[in-house]
């Protein structure tokens, strides 16, 4: 696969001048420059100057490359490119670049290659030496002085236009949001120079010329620049007037023409224009940040305009700022055009797997989903949802689909906060957030061995928000509690699982019905770096049943309440580059039931379907789904003393993945991968198993489980096929048959050792 990516065996060129040189290949050198980062970041921006003529346009194929109507050599577009090249470098604070270039022309049969070499000497940075602000006015002189401590740029910092901008648009929002609403971007400039006034002044001391001189010098080796933020001359005397709000009016169905059926209704100072009976007018004040009265606040409007966008229920949303003649007041028009009442979605999953021990092993799954975006005419969302998946293993017995399973989900989110008392909530919290009620029952029937009816319901809230800080501001935080989520499960248990347990008592606590009483938190905040390259998603989950409600006894409560805690925590990261990209991915989740659970069967490990498993195209891809671990416990997958399924109660896992592209097929991009899987499963509880499958921190390295591989997957836009190839490096839970590979590196034979998945989509977050 590097050798598809990197080593091409040659290039086509197809339509080219004739007896003329064209441009072949363009390169950007950056020399001298202060690290490998500014270096690799320099060269990906400066190649982005380069004029479209001069860009090699180069496409992958399997084993060669293709550049077709290549460009005609054009010195004029190599001038045009260094200028924009040097502008580029200037808007970065480099004042002393230098660039030159140079081209070539190989001969190829009738063609005349001409590769262009740009090197660029950047020189050093100019840095800022001092920032000051000089306002025509003082309230706004003294509103930007007392907020100094948010400056996005300080002395120091690389005088670069980006920094500078983002300054100017932070003022210009500090005053929109104390009141000076038609303050505007144009009424701020920049004054700079470069020189100390200092150095202009003569004198007569040769101690003093001395001195002026290192100065010099060393403003010459380490450039500085002054920077005065001030205020053009103003034109209109209002910019500088302070609004408050005046009326303010929701039409919620703006798009409505006729004129049948209009009446407005006044609730809590909001004018709500109603065009028929759609929306209850009563849900309208919840969702506008705005007070008659109050100072205008730039940060109400954005929250209101978020809000209204975030719902669902309406495909465009305006809101008007209509200042009044001679007056400080300025009346809110929020104009809403609803979008469809209803959407209908279906989406089709599958993925397989393939082991020369086990078989083969492929899933099927089919979901359907009802949108309504006004239920209850209050702009309530309700999500209708019903799933069929099928697994699909060895042909026995007359029959091939091992699992079926069969869900059916209903919730309403309700974009209020719901909670006695908590009213004043909305005024206090700066992001978004709603209410959620969900419904949900399954059937799970896994051949041989059991079926499983299960049901769901909770009560809960989702909040996001962005961070208001410069250095993490392109961070977005989400919430997730769900307080009360009740769990039912109804196990039913067949002659196989029967047996399996009397073969197997270890796990006679794994296959239990039961009561979950829990509160769920999750969290998930997906930032990119500040270079805007490389993403980042942190997720975390905690889970705890039973605390309070094992308080309480009754027989009911005392045979099926599972008390527990479980925690999760999850992190990736991409690295990218012009054309490959680096995953990471580190996985830590560990559950553990109480022992002042009730029921002495349910004291050992977690009900089997809060349990981790690894495996499968998502997960450890050397093994199947559910076929690894716990720990180094060895046992048949198949057959009377089998256990076709592992759990655990503690999962450690870690992924990396390289990934660069490799051709198109009828511009569909095929991509590859080399992957690494590095993890397992265990028991917490020593009761739980044998000490092979109970976790030990002295055992870890000889636990864990290793694969390595690689992959392809065809992009088609809206979704992803992807294939992979994964070898079980090192494997501590094989089945009996081959024991003696355990924990051996390199000690399967190939094939036998090697598991193909396919799945859709790419694996973990990214």
Same mark, same amino acid.
Do not use: H
């Given at each position: 696969m590097l050798f598809l990516s990197s080593c091409k065996l040659f290039t086509v060129v197809k339509h080219y001048p004739e007896g003329q040189p064209f441009v072949f290949q363009t390169k950007v050198n950056v020399e001298e420059a202060s690290s490998k980062d500014e270096k690799s970041r320099l060269e990906s921006g400066l190649a982005g100057q380069i004029d479209d003529s001069l860009q090699s346009k180069e496409v992958d194929k399997v084993f060669w490359s293709v550049i077709k109507d290549p460009t005609r050599l054009d010195t004029g577009l190599i001038s045009k490119s260094v200028q924009s090249m040097h502008y580029y470098l200037n808007s970065q604070g480099y004042f002393r670049d230098s660039?030159?270039?140079?081209? !070539?022309?190989?001969?190829?049969?009738?063609?005349?290659? &001409?590769?262009?070499?740009?090197?660029?000497?950047?020189?050093?940075?100019?840095?800022?030496?001092?920032?000051?602000?000089?306002?025509?006015?003082? =309230?706004?002189?003294?509103?930007?002085?007392?907020?100094?401590?948010?400056?996005?740029?300080?002395?120091?910092?690389?005088?670069?236009?980006?920094?500078?901008?983002?300054?100017?648009? @932070?003022?210009?929002?500090?005053?929109?949001?104390?009141?000076?609403?038609?303050?505007?971007?144009?009424?701020?400039?920049?004054?700079?120079?470069?020189?100390?006034? =200092?150095?202009?002044?003569?004198?007569?001391?040769?101690?003093?010329? *001395?001195?002026?001189?290192?100065?010099?010098?060393?403003?010459?080796?380490?450039?500085? &620049?002054?920077?005065?933020?001030?205020?053009?001359?103003?034109?209109? !005397?209002?910019?500088?007037?302070?609004?408050?709000?005046?009326?303010?009016?929701?039409?919620?169905? %703006?798009?409505?023409?006729s004129k @049948?059926?209009? +009446?407005?209704?006044?609730?809590?100072?909001?004018?709500?224009?109603?065009?028929g009976n759609k929306f209850k007018p009563k849900i309208f004040p919840p969702l506008v940040y705005f007070k008659p009265g109050e100072l205008y606040d730039q940060r109400r409007y954005s929250r209101t305009m978020n809000r209204l966008n975030n719902i669902g229920t309406w495909r465009m949303v305006d809101i008007a700022q209509l200042p009044r003649d001679s007056s400080d007041s300025v009346d809110i028009?929020?104009?809403?055009?609803? &979008?469809?009442?209803? =959407?209908?979605?279906?989406?089709?999953? %599958? %993925?397989?797997?393939?082991?020369?021990?086990?078989?083969?092993?492929?899933?099927?799954?089919?979901?359907?989903?009802?949108?309504?975006?006004?239920?209850?005419? *209050?702009?309530?969302?309700?999500?209708?949802?019903?799933?069929?998946?099928?697994?699909?293993?060895?042909?026995? &017995?007359?029959?091939?689909?091992?699992?079926?399973?069969?869900?059916?989900?209903?919730?309403?989110?309700?974009?209020?906060?719901?909670?006695?008392?908590?009213?004043?909530?909305?005024?206090?919290?700066?992001?978004?957030? +709603? %209410?959620?009620?969900?419904?949900?029952?399954?059937?799970?029937?896994?051949?041989?061995?059991?079926?499983?009816?299960?049901?769901?319901? !909770?009560w809960g809230y989702e909040f996001s928000w962005r961070a208001r800080d410069y250095i993490s501001k392109n961070r977005t935080y989400n919430l997730g509690i769900r307080i009360p989520n009740i769990e039912y499960a109804h196990l039913i248990k067949r002659d196989s699982l029967d047996r399996l347990i009397v073969q197997n008592p270890s796990i006679a606590n794994l296959f239990n019905d039961g009561l979950i009483t829990s509160t769920i938190l999750n969290f998930t905040m997906p930032w990119n770096d500040l270079n805007g390259r490389n993403s980042n998603v942190l @997720?975390?989950?905690?889970?705890?049943?039973?605390?309070?409600?094992?308080l309480i006894r009754n027989k009911f409560l005392d045979d099926n309440l599972y008390r527990f805690i479980k925690l999760d925590i999850e992190y990736a990261r991409m690295l990218k580059w012009t054309k490959t990209s680096f995953v990471m991915r580190g996985f830590a989740g560990v559950?553990?039931?109480?022992? /002042?659970?009730?029921?002495?069967?349910?004291?050992?490990?977690?009900?089997?379907?809060?349990?981790?498993?690894?495996? $499968?195209?998502?997960?450890?891809?050397?093994?199947?789904?559910?076929?690894?671990?716990?720990?180094?416990?060895?046992?048949?997958?198949?057959? /009377?003393? !089998?256990?076709?399924?592992?759990?655990?109660d503690m999962q450690l896992e870690a992924n990396f993945e390289y990934r660069m592209p490799l051709f198109k097929i009828s511009s569909i991009p095929v991509n590859g991968a080399l992957f690494t899987d590095v993890g397992n499963v265990w028991l917490v509880k020593k009761d739980?198993?044998?000490?092979?499958?109970?976790?030990?921190?002295?055992?870890?390295?000889?636990?864990? /489980?290793? $694969?390595?591989?690689?992959?392809?997957?065809?992009?088609?836009?809206?979704?992803?096929?992807r294939l992979d190839y994964a070898y079980k490096v090192k494997d501590p839970s094989p089945s009996p048959e081959n024991s003696s590979y355990q924990n051996r590196f390199f000690a399967y034979p190939f094939i036998k050792g090697s598991q193909l998945q396919i799945g859709i989509g790419y694996p973990f977050i990214f």
């Open positions: 660039i030159r270039y140079q081209t !070539s022309v190989q001969q190829k049969a009738d063609q005349k290659r &001409a590769i262009i070499q740009f090197n660029i000497w950047p020189g050093q940075v100019t840095r800022i030496d001092s920032l000051t602000y000089t306002l025509q006015n003082d =309230s706004l002189q003294q509103l930007t002085d007392k907020n100094l401590n948010k400056q996005f740029i300080k002395k120091g910092d690389p005088f670069a236009q980006g920094p500078v901008s983002s300054e100017m648009d @932070r003022l210009v929002e500090l005053y929109r949001n104390n009141g000076y609403l038609r303050f505007s971007r144009p009424l701020l400039f920049g004054l700079w120079d470069t020189l100390d006034v =200092s150095l202009l002044q003569p004198t007569l001391d040769p101690v003093e010329q *001395a001195m002026q001189l290192e100065l010099l010098r060393k403003r010459r080796l380490y450039p500085t &620049a002054n920077l005065d933020i001030r205020m053009r001359p103003l034109v209109d !005397s209002s910019v500088l007037r302070k609004y408050y709000i005046g009326k303010i009016t929701v039409d919620p169905v %703006s798009n409505d023409t @049948r059926n209009i +009446r407005t209704t006044n609730i809590k100072n909001i004018m709500v224009i109603q065009r028009a929020i104009k809403l055009i609803p &979008a469809k009442k209803y =959407s209908f979605t279906t989406n089709v999953e %599958s %993925s397989y797997s393939q082991s020369v021990i086990t078989g083969n092993f492929v899933g099927i799954g089919l979901s359907m989903g009802l949108q309504n975006r006004n239920f209850g005419r *209050a702009a309530n969302l309700m999500s209708t949802n019903a799933s069929y998946m099928i697994e699909l293993g060895q042909f026995t &017995a007359g029959q091939i689909i091992q699992t079926q399973q069969f869900s059916l989900t209903n919730s309403i989110s309700y974009p209020r906060f719901i909670f006695p008392g908590m009213q004043s909530f909305k005024e206090n919290f700066r992001g978004n957030f +709603r %209410s959620v009620f969900t419904l949900n029952a399954a059937s799970t029937d896994r051949r041989y061995l059991f079926n499983l009816t299960s049901f769901n319901a !909770s @997720r975390m989950n905690f889970e705890e049943s039973g605390l309070l409600t094992g559950g553990y039931e109480l022992g /002042a659970t009730a029921n002495p069967d349910k004291r050992f490990q977690l009900p089997f379907f809060k349990q981790y498993f690894a495996g $499968g195209p998502n997960s450890m891809r050397a093994w199947q789904l559910r076929q690894l671990g716990p720990g180094s416990y060895i046992n048949t997958f198949t057959g /009377a003393y !089998s256990i076709p399924d592992r759990f655990g739980a198993g044998t000490n092979d499958e109970v976790f030990k921190l002295g055992r870890l390295g000889t636990d864990l /489980a290793i $694969g390595s591989g690689a992959g392809v997957r065809v992009d088609l836009g809206f979704f992803v096929i």
